[in-house]
């Protein structure tokens, strides 16, 4: 079965960090771009950071410097370290697949991040 999993959201102070684990499991993560994105409650989901296959990186410019995404394949997980958090980053984080071959896509269900000032 195929799924992703998302974890480690959860209430911080300002200034505070998180990291957010996705664990996937049914697929070869090697083969997989991986991504997180956030999504406010009636707005569209919006891209945090994306690393290829490879291990290239990108990021929004509102999350650039604070936040650090990583891949372990061995360990089929993907994490977003998070760092000096804002209250304007309170939102649901989802992670994200995307297969370098086919472009098949597959999301987490999301976690949780809230932060308070």
């Known amino acids: 079965q195929v799924q992703l999993v998302e974890s480690g959201g959860g209430l911080v102070q300002a200034g505070g960090s998180l990291t957010l684990s996705c664990a996937t499991s049914g697929i070869y993560l090697n083969f997989y771009h991986m991504g997180w994105y956030r999504q406010v409650p009636g707005k569209q989901r919006e891209l945090v950071a994306t690393?290829?296959?490879?291990?290239?990186?990108n990021y929004s410019d509102s999350v650039k410097g604070r936040f650090t995404i990583s891949r372990d394949n061995a360990k089929n997980t993907v994490y977003l370290q998070m760092n000096s958090l804002k209250p304007e980053d309170t939102v649901n984080y989802y992670c994200r697949a995307e297969g370098r071959a086919l472009g098949r896509i597959i999301w987490g269900q999301g976690t949780q991040v809230t932060v308070s000032s």
């Open positions: 690393i290829t296959d490879g291990g290239s990186t």
